[in-house]
């Protein structure tokens, strides 16, 4: 109940959003623009998922952004290859879901915190992608047949919607049940809330935040595949996109510390930021103001949350 509620504080900011942008330009509310919403929202969205449920297992992976973008340069490497095409996007996922789970071997060994451990590879990860495209971009000038079923550069005319966004709502379901109704969700609630509690019963904490690890490497380097299905292109120079999923997992109202959070609230988050992005493009701002945007909505989110919390915790006492 109380990570239902916490989930306010991203319904608020899509409501805020929407009455404030749609004022500024009536455009705003249109299928055409929240169907491009939506693809704005999915590569990341799907990187939100997976940092989101690490999270409420009490860790972060800061590298996802840098696993990102070099699954979709190897993917698009592996396709200009002749490749064929189950094979190199098997590849890659393998190759990111790895990249996960060294995250997490190398975080539960040695004991060290992973926003040192991920924050290490962030930028190993980042050099990599530099070095094997020595700074240039891949692209594609005509779409193959995989990158039309990851992310269809070509979308809905009455939308504006790419597959992307399916993927993204197929990912959000299936986390969504194991979260919310499987043994291994209250698995992964008890290692994030109390770590030493869910020990003593007998939850193999270091196991689950392996997994969690791993899942969260996967989910990166899926949405490296969407984009670049979606744009046919991918820069090895990006960067943000792990501050820009854990920033949308806690305005969704996953907790920093670990312990709470939901799938609906990180797809809330994640949608009420790329309103914000789009709202502001369609209000003819800086494109640099998104980022101060998001720095006051994280912040008004956080306090919301904390007095919704400590709002509770004074009525059950």
Not at 173 to 179: G, P, R, Y
């Amino acid at each position: 109940m109380l990570s239902r509620r916490r989930e306010l504080g991203a319904v608020i900011a899509i409501a805020v959003t929407y009455s404030v942008f749609a004022y500024l330009n009536p455009a705003f509310l249109t299928w055409a623009t929240f169907g491009g919403i939506l693809t704005i929202a999915a590569e990341i969205g799907t990187i939100t998922i997976g940092e989101g449920v690490l999270m409420v297992s009490g860790e972060f992976d800061l590298s996802v952004g840098s696993n990102f973008t070099f699954s979709a340069i190897v993917l698009g490497m592996l396709l200009k290859a002749a490749v064929p095409a189950a094979i190199s996007v098997l590849t890659v996922l393998g190759m990111a879901a790895l990249i996960g789970l060294l995250n997490g071997l190398i975080t539960l060994r040695t004991r060290i915190p992973s926003f040192i451990t991920t924050l290490g590879t962030l930028f190993f990860w980042n050099g990599m992608a530099l070095w094997v495209t020595g700074g240039w971009p891949i692209s594609f000038i005509a779409p193959l047949p995989v990158l039309n079923v990851l992310g269809n550069s070509t979308p809905s005319p009455a939308s504006s919607l790419h597959v992307s966004a399916a993927w993204w709502a197929a990912a959000a379901i299936i986390f969504w049940i194991m979260l919310e109704n499987t043994r291994y969700g209250n698995w992964i609630y008890g290692t994030g809330g109390k770590t030493e509690a869910a020990r003593a019963i007998g939850v193999p904490v270091d196991r689950v935040k392996l997994i969690n690890f791993t899942l969260c490497g996967l989910l990166a380097g899926l949405a490296g595949a969407l984009q670049l299905g979606r744009m046919m292109s991918i820069s090895p120079v990006r960067s943000g996109l792990e501050l820009e999923a854990i920033a949308s997992a806690v305005v969704g109202g996953v907790s920093l510390f670990g312990g709470m959070g939901t799938v609906l609230g990180m797809v809330l988050g994640t949608i009420a930021l790329a309103s914000i992005e789009v709202g502001l493009v369609a209000a003819g701002a800086p494109s640099f103001w998104y980022t101060a945007f998001v720095g006051c909505v994280i912040i008004v989110i956080v306090v919301i949350n904390t007095q919704l919390d400590q709002l509770i915790f004074t009525r059950r006492s």
